[in-house]
């Protein structure tokens, strides 16, 4: 079991032409016409409480109600999606659930577009009644206090209870207009509706769509507002993939119930966190710790399973979660009770914004918040058994087991027309630093924490480089970075909160490479609105920071250890990125196919409201140059 500490710091050129500009531009392929448009194919499974005995405890039984298939929309060029509440049932032993949802489905409706089909949505806010969710805080004393299932005796947080129903929607992975992109002070109340039009000028890809109110994002998504949106073009169409029954969406996260004063669940989903006091008498400071649940859910139902044929299946795998990263390994379930690991049963195919070059094995698959992965698996080889899906991520394991969900595979052979291709997407090039153009704009953003402590509030830091000579000002905070080749580099924090005053100007069309590096606190999943880049490198180092003797100055210093791990399967198009703990993460991409006011932020949904997420702004240079302040970034 990890400590205190371990959990609160670690929980948590040629070849650019053909590569066509990140995510936003697509090699002459046009709309497929394999998926018709104006369609619905209506949801399937979940639970059914017919004759179940509620449950006395929190102890729930695993495996015990099938997966829940949210409804398919096809739509033409425009389509309404109303957030509404509804009551569903995630569990056959629980009453049902109150939750909030788009169309009435839990998690929202799986919307499947084809590439350059401009798309108008109306997602018009229809949600009626109190906010659905309980919210508690209690002191934080190790992770049984913020695991544990149910309320206990903490007292209800009333200004969670009072929360209104203020929604705006993000296309998570979208190339569109600032004004499309869902900003997230422009909330939207019942009875109104957000307009967006979406271009899908994009290849192939599985993106999301879930809330962003500003400060209350991790409170919506927890109720329910989330759902997948899947692009098709004529190059996945090309690979024959599994389809229809046998593509599946799976948005997995994690939630605690609420409890009466007889521990019995009431039905409700609870929010429930932790906190430490860290300041003194005279000082004051809290750290607020962000969600991490006990019950595992896949498509809104607990612990379900899937009955599936001896064949190839095609998975879309989104870790929905506010905070928990999900390592995802297959088991085989023995007679005895106990389980077997499978070795090389998943193959990944693609990543957050599109196909992988080719299939990429592995024995388990790693996701942090909102990070998706497009996954074959071929269920031939265990004709007549059940397998399980578990999550082996060490930071914050559920106390009531590490199971995701359930597969029963059929025991008589099928014929199935599939075949694994050696090559998955042809127009796949690989970025690489010689490829990006020279007049690119590099960016540092950093993650620390204001006095320099691990248990100082976690900051996010955009830096400017200093020039040779400086001398530090009282409240500065400074990084000093050196590279593989010894080379330093001082840098000083410009902007950390929202308000501060936007730093990065990004010109149209320009390529840019943007370094994370991470100097104390639980990791990050850093997601950038509208960009869609590849990881150039991952590198580990050593860091240490230092307070100025009678002056309010913090200094990192940060040394280059060793190069990290940077799988295949992170080396395809993505928007979201993980960076752990003294990692240097650095990644490339062009700010293409539209322009606008845009965020980055951590997707640690609860770290996003509490302030790590920065605006920025993209528009033609023509445009840039008529800016004063922007003159500094010629």
């Given at each position: 079991m990890p400590s205190r500490r371990q959990f609160v710091i670690g929980s948590a050129a040629a070849a650019v032409a053909t590569v066509g500009g990140g995510a936003a531009l697509v090699s002459n392929r046009g709309p497929s016409a394999a998926h018709p448009r104006g369609t619905r194919r209506p949801g399937s499974g979940g639970p059914v409480a017919t004759g179940v005995p509620r449950a006395t405890s929190t102890n729930l039984t695993k495996f015990a109600d099938a997966l829940r298939i949210p409804p398919f929309l096809t739509p033409g060029a425009s389509l309404t999606i109303r957030q509404k509440a509804a009551s569903v049932l995630i569990h056959?032993?629980?009453?049902?659930?109150?939750?909030?949802?788009?169309?009435?489905?839990?998690?929202?409706?799986?919307?499947?577009?084809?590439?350059?089909?401009?798309?108008?949505?109306?997602?018009?806010?229809?949600?009626?009644?109190a906010f659905p969710v309980t919210g508690i805080q209690v002191p934080f004393t190790d992770l049984d206090s913020i695991l544990g299932p149910g309320r206990g005796s903490a007292a209800r947080d009333a200004s969670v209870a009072g929360l209104p129903a203020w929604t705006v929607v993000h296309v998570h992975g979208a190339v569109t207009g600032g004004d499309n992109d869902g900003w997230t002070e422009n909330g939207v109340s019942p009875g109104d509706t957000q307009l967006s039009e979406y271009p899908n000028v994009?290849?192939?890809?599985?993106?999301?769509?879930?809330?962003h109110a500003m400060n209350?994002?991790?409170?919506?998504?927890?109720?329910?507002l989330a759902g997948s949106l899947l692009i098709r073009d004529d190059e996945e169409a090309a690979l024959n993939l599994p389809s229809g029954a046998y593509e599946i969406p799976l948005l997995i996260n994690d939630r605690n119930l609420d409890t009466d004063d007889q521990g019995v669940p009431t039905g409700r989903?609870?929010?429930?966190?932790?906190?430490?006091?860290?300041?003194t008498a005279s000082s004051p400071a809290r750290l607020n710790l962000p969600f991490i649940g006990p019950y595992n859910l896949v498509n809104g139902v607990i612990w379900p399973y899937l009955q599936v044929t001896p064949r190839w299946y095609r998975f879309r795998v989104l870790n929905g979660a506010n905070t928990r990263p999900y390592t995802l390994r297959l088991q085989v379930e023995n007679a005895d009770g106990t389980t077997t690991p499978v070795t090389g049963a998943l193959v990944q195919i693609g990543s957050d914004q599109g196909l992988l070059p080719s299939p990429v094995t592995l024995d388990e698959l790693t996701l942090a918040p909102a990070e998706r992965a497009d996954v074959l698996i071929d269920f031939d080889a265990f004709r007549g058994k059940r397998l399980r899906l578990v999550n082996t991520n060490v930071n914050g394991p559920s106390p009531l087991g590490p199971e995701v969900m359930q597969f029963r595979v059929g025991a008589t052979a099928v014929d199935d027309p599939f075949t694994l291709p050696?090559?998955?997407?042809?127009?796949?090039?690989?970025?690489?630093?010689?490829?990006?153009?020279?007049?690119?704009?590099?960016?540092?953003?950093?993650?620390?924490?204001?006095?320099?402590?691990?248990?100082?509030?976690?900051?996010?830091?955009?830096?400017?480089?200093?020039?040779?000579?400086?001398?530090?000002?009282?409240?500065?905070?400074?990084?000093?970075?050196?590279?593989?080749?010894?080379?330093?580099?001082?840098?000083?924090?410009?902007?950390?909160?929202?308000?501060?005053?936007?730093?990065?100007?990004v010109e149209s069309s320009g390529w840019e490479v943007w370094n994370f590096l991470h100097l104390v606190g639980p990791g990050h999943p850093m997601h950038v609105h509208l960009l869609g880049f590849q990881a150039l490198n991952r590198d580990v180092y050593t860091v240490s920071s230092a307070s100025g003797a009678g002056t309010d100055v913090v200094t990192w210093s940060a040394e280059h250890d060793r190069a990290g791990v940077l799988g295949d399967e992170e080396k395809g198009w993505k928007d979201t990125i993980r960076v752990e703990e003294h990692e240097?993460?650095?990644?490339?991409?062009?700010?293409?196919?539209?322009?606008?006011?845009?965020?980055?932020?951590?997707?640690?949904?609860?770290?996003?409201?509490?302030?790590?997420?920065?605006?920025?702004v993209v528009a033609p240079r023509e445009i840039l140059d008529r800016m004063p302040h922007t003159a500094h970034h010629h």
């Open positions: 056959s032993e629980l009453p049902p659930t109150p939750v909030w949802t788009y169309e009435g489905s839990f998690p929202g409706p799986t919307i499947e577009v084809s590439s350059e089909q401009r798309l108008r949505v109306a997602w018009l806010n229809e949600i009626s009644g994009q290849r192939a890809s599985g993106l999301w769509y879930h809330d209350i994002t991790a409170f919506n998504v927890f109720a329910g989903l609870l929010h429930r966190t932790g906190y430490l006091d860290t300041g050696a090559t998955t997407s042809p127009s796949f090039v690989r970025l690489t630093r010689s490829a990006i153009p020279a007049g690119h704009t590099s960016r540092w953003i950093a993650f620390g924490t204001s006095d320099g402590t691990p248990l100082g509030h976690p900051e996010m830091w955009e830096l400017s480089e200093t020039a040779a000579g400086y001398q530090p000002l009282d409240g500065d905070r400074l990084v000093h970075v050196t590279d593989q080749g010894g080379a330093v580099r001082t840098f000083r924090k410009e902007a950390t909160a929202f308000d501060d005053k936007v730093g990065f100007f240097l993460v650095s990644v490339a991409g062009q700010f293409t196919g539209a322009t606008g006011r845009f965020v980055y932020h951590c997707h640690i949904l609860e770290h996003e409201d509490e302030g790590m997420m920065r605006p920025f």
